[in-house]
């Protein structure tokens, strides 16, 4: 699966394209294999707080909302995995949420 991520700000806008190559449902977890600037492992999951992203590569994880919500999401990841990777993750989730959360 292809997305397009943005980073838009006062004066620019960037975009790239990102691929989803691998995405396995463990029952309890998934995981997803994104590639694009970065190669990038997801393992997201849920607790009783809501659900949480783990980036085990970049020794980062972090509690989300709503998949859907980019700019929230955009907002925690970018934080944990700097600009560029944490939009790229925040677009991934958005592009597949409707598979994980039917």
Known sequence: MTFECINKTK?????WKGHIT???????HYEIKI???SSI???LGKT???????MPDFGAG???????????ST?????????????TVAYALAAIADKIES
């Open 62 to 72: 972090c509690h989300l909302a709503n998949l859907k919500d980019k700019f929230y």
């Open 41 to 43: 492992l997801v393992l």
């Open 11 to 15: 004066k620019t806008q960037e975009t």
């Open 75 to 87: 907002e925690k990841l970018t934080r944990v995995m700097g600009k560029v990777d944490g939009i």
């Open 22 to 28: 691998s995405m396995i449902n463990y029952g309890s």
């Open 35 to 37: 590639e694009s600037r």
């Open 48 to 54: 009783t707080l809501g659900k949480f992203a783990c």
